[in-house]
């Protein structure tokens, strides 16, 4: 199972989730299911200060407004210690800073667009 990224608009009546704005082929990939602990909530993570990324232990993220510019911070930290987590916890750095870049280039279109990313 794989955890994946999309983003959508919000509809303006409901608040609710609206029209999904296509990503790029393979945009869509944020890790496999086992990520949500192995790293994006891993102890290191949260020893580099992520707070929001470290919420997919236990729950979905749908990020809007001021936490989409969170979410890409917390994005961008991932791939500048990719080096670091790989080595922490056996992964490919590679693979991590793919993933964490789709996640950042997911909340540009997001804040273009007023819209939401969702992490599942």
């Known amino acids: ?3 994946s990224i999309s983003v959508h608009l919000v509809d303006e009546t409901s608040g609710g989730i609206g029209t999904e704005i296509p990503l790029p ?3 869509d990939l944020a890790g496999f299911e086992v990520w949500r602990r192995e790293l994006y909530g891993s102890d290191e993570a ?3 200060g992520l707070t929001l990324l470290p919420t997919l232990r236990g729950a979905d993220i749908q990020a809007t407004g001021d936490e989409l510019k969170r979410l890409k911070n917390e994005a961008q930290c991932i791939v500048e210690h990719a080096e670091m987590l790989a080595s922490s916890i056996g992964l490919e750095a590679s693979a991590i800073r793919f993933r964490a870049e789709n996640i950042a280039r997911a909340c540009d279109v997001a804040l273009a667009r007023n819209a939401m990313v969702w992490i599942s």
């Open 25 to 27: 082929p393979g945009g």
């Open 46 to 48: 949260l020893r580099l």
């Open 1 to 3: 199972m794989s955890l």
